[in-house]
């Protein structure tokens, strides 16, 4: 079975300052790690992915994530936010069949 | 390219009622195809996926069913609905196992 935790539902942050939003994950077997994005009242856009090779991963926006095994995490990070990436970001494990996503945080950047 | 249609946008039914939201894709063959309730505080709760037509997967018990008459063509239907049914309703698919999955804009669904 696989099952993606946020621990933080909602991660207030000032315009400029770092942000790390926080993804561990569960899986019996390889799985693909993902980050997206959903800007209110809109669908969900994909930031990065994990499918093997270097740990660190880029993606759109400046967002970058690290895979780490031992810990069994994928968290998203960005040096400098801006108030455009207010939103909510769902980290999502797939394998094979299913593709299962966490509850959700949502970053709140304020002035 | 690839598409994927889902309708309808927004729903209002009655406690009871049926229901039935479609979905279909454009411009793939074979895909892995997903329905997900978003509610606020749950994320996105993965309900059935199908990795075939006629094969279905349920993740919840719940109140709804799903089924893929043809390759591109995904349904969620109930037989009535009831008032914790409402949420909004994504549609899904993937290529194949490695990729991301891409959503349609999807349902909002009231149950009154």
């Known amino acids: 079975a696989q099952s993606v935790t946020q621990l933080d539902s909602q991660v207030p942050v000032f315009e400029e300052a770092p942000v790390e939003l926080r993804c561990n994950y569960s899986?019996?077997?390889?799985?693909?790690l993902f980050w997206y994005v959903q800007y209110p009242n809109q669908g969900l856009q994909l930031l990065l992915k994990y499918l093997s090779g270097s740990t660190l991963v880029k993606g759109i926006n400046g967002f970058e994530a690290e895979f780490n095994k031992s810990q069994t995490s994928f968290h998203l990070r960005k040096p400098s936010v801006h108030i455009s990436d207010t939103a909510e970001y769902f980290c999502?494990?797939?394998?094979?069949?299913?593709?299962?996503f966490g509850t959700g945080t949502r970053l709140l950047v304020s002035p | 390219s690839q598409t994927i249609h889902q309708w309808p946008a927004t729903l209002v039914q009655p406690v009871g009622s049926p229901l039935s939201l479609e979905c279909t894709v454009e411009?793939?063959?074979?895909?892995?195809l997903y329905w997900y309730r978003q509610a606020a505080g749950r994320g996105l709760q993965l309900l059935f996926y199908?990795?075939?037509?006629?094969?279905i997967s349920s993740e919840v018990p719940q109140n709804l069913s799903a089924s893929r008459p043809q390759d591109r063509q995904f349904i969620l239907s109930s037989k009535k609905l009831l008032l914790s049914d409402s949420g909004f309703y994504l549609c899904a698919w993937r290529p194949d196992r490695v990729a991301e999955a891409f959503f349609g804009q999807g349902t909002r669904l009231t149950v009154v």
């Open positions: 899986s019996s077997v390889s799985v693909y």
């Open positions: 411009g793939t063959s074979n895909p892995n």
């Open positions: 199908s990795v075939g037509i006629g094969q």
């Open positions: 999502a494990v797939g394998s094979f069949q299913k593709l299962v």
